[in-house]
């Protein structure tokens, strides 16, 4: 398994605090399922950073796109595989 850090950067305040409900359920999900590591906002308001667990980057990727925060426009996002250190 594969750590990937996805930045959630801020698109739309209004939608995102619409969707946040709808993103926090998605997160939830995905966490049942062992695919969250580590989730938060960034308390400067620029968005948030997931870090999924999963085989691929194409995973990782499918699982970014689905959060209802990019599906709804609210938020943008950025991948990178991140190697955890001890």
Same mark, same amino acid.
């Given at each position: 398994?594969?750590?990937?850090?996805?930045?959630?950067?801020? !698109?739309?305040?209004?939608?995102?605090?619409?969707?946040?409900?709808? +993103? %926090? &359920?998605? %997160?939830?999900?995905?966490?049942? *399922?062992?695919?969250? $590591?580590? !989730?938060?906002? $960034?308390?400067?308001?620029?968005?948030? %950073? #997931? #870090?999924?667990?999963?085989?691929?980057? *194409?995973?990782?990727?499918?699982?970014?796109?689905? &959060?209802?925060?990019?599906?709804?426009?609210?938020?943008?996002?950025?991948? +990178? *595989?991140?190697?955890? !250190?001890?």
């Amino acid at each position: 398994m594969k750590y990937f850090a996805v930045f959630l950067p801020m !698109k739309d305040e209004e939608k995102s605090k619409t969707y946040r409900q709808d +993103h %926090l &359920d998605y %997160l939830a999900k995905k966490a049942e *399922e062992g695919a969250v $590591f580590a !989730k938060g906002r $960034f308390t400067d308001g620029a968005g948030g %950073l #997931i #870090i999924y667990m999963a085989d691929s980057m *194409e995973k990782a990727e499918e699982l970014a796109k689905n &959060d209802p925060y990019v599906v709804q426009g609210a938020r943008g996002y950025e991948i +990178h *595989e991140w190697e955890m !250190k001890q």
